[in-house]
């Protein structure tokens, strides 16, 4: 993985991923608070963040590497004109690693194409999220104790949701049920079922989900994306669809957790934060030795 950029999840192969998920593992229990002793890793953040920034820019700190960037693209010579194309050409003179997030999709392949050192996709429009997959995923495999055979309940924005494109992507090799849960306008797009039909993946589409929650080994609950709207009345429309109540677990899996990428809005009412069931706080701890584990294997300090 030396070198490697990581755009899309599908940058990486299944054997990759897995060992990531090690690596991750090995971070969590062994911190190496020198390995990455004079690296650079610049954050450019052309859209808000709070996790997939602070949890980069964590794992960086906790191995003794130096993070430069910016969380506003104002703060930029971007807000003078500047491209894109020449902001990540001069970026790759001062680091060793770019880690960009965007609003336009595909943004970071370009951005890759063009940097002289590996970019990592942070997120890319409605498009990609690669390292918030390898979080869940090791998430998944934490929780349930294996990636195999697992019944992955996705609720929400299937539409907008990066998260869930990336993460249905990496799972199709190991056997998964997806159950889609989404209002008709927000429904999981056609080229993400025409992947999973040409994998084999079943895969199911209900407005409804309380008559078959108790099936669930994950519930992957996601946010109604109101920046993606381009007609606000549309979100208004969609936005309190589905809201997760505690009232409604009482039938789920003693091993079910609720997984979500955050940040909330309505989605899972603030009830739910003390069942055990509740995964996603954890989730986003879990996102720090991932992305440890993928900035290391990138640089190459780990294989
Ligand atoms: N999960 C996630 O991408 O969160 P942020 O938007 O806060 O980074």
């Known amino acids: 993985m030396k070198d490697k950029s990581l755009i899309s999840i599908t940058d990486f192969s299944t054997e990759e991923i897995l060992r990531i998920l090690e690596i991750a593992a090995e971070f969590e229990s062994n911190p190496q608070p020198h390995l990455l002793d004079g690296k650079v ?24 590497g130096r993070v430069i960037g910016f969380s506003d693209p104002n703060a930029s010579s971007v807000s003078k004109g500047e491209t894109l194309k020449d902001t990540v050409r001069m ?14 999709e595909g943004s970071s392949r370009y951005a890759s194409e063009v940097a002289t050192v590996p970019v990592i996709n942070a997120g890319d429009g409605a498009n990609q999220h690669p390292t918030q997959t390898l979080l869940d995923m090791y998430s998944i495999k934490k929780t349930q104790g294996r990636l195999d055979n697992i019944n992955i309940f996705m609720v929400g ?15 199709a090799p190991f056997n998964p049920t997806f159950n889609f849960i989404s209002h008709p306008k927000l429904k999981m797009p056609d080229e993400y079922k025409l992947f999973l039909d040409q994998k ?11 008559d078959i929650i108790s099936q669930a080994d994950i519930i992957y ?13 549309e979100y208004e429309k969609t936005k309190d669809t589905y809201v997760l109540r505690n009232s409604m677990l009482a039938n789920t899996k003693p091993t079910m957790r609720i997984l979500h990428p955050l940040p909330r809005i309505n989605e899972i009412n603030q009830d739910v934060d003390q069942n ?10 879990n996102g720090v030795f991932a992305r440890q584990a993928v900035i290391s294997a990138v640089l190459g300090l780990k294989s």
């Open 91 to 104: 970026v790759s003179n001062y680091c060793d690693l770019i880690v960009m997030r965007h609003p336009l």
């Open 200 to 210: 084999g993946v079943k895969y199911y589409e209900h407005q409804e989900f309380t």
């Open 41 to 64: 890793v610049a954050t450019l953040f052309f859209e808000p963040s709070t996790r997939t920034r602070l949890s980069f820019e964590s794992a960086v700190n906790r191995m003794g």
């Open 276 to 285: 055990p069931k509740a995964y996603y706080f954890d989730q986003a701890r």
């Open 221 to 233: 609950m996601t946010r109604v994306q109101r920046e993606r709207f381009s007609d606000l009345m």
């Open 157 to 171: 924005d299937l539409k907008y949701g990066r998260t869930v494109h990336s993460l249905l992507m990496a799972m």
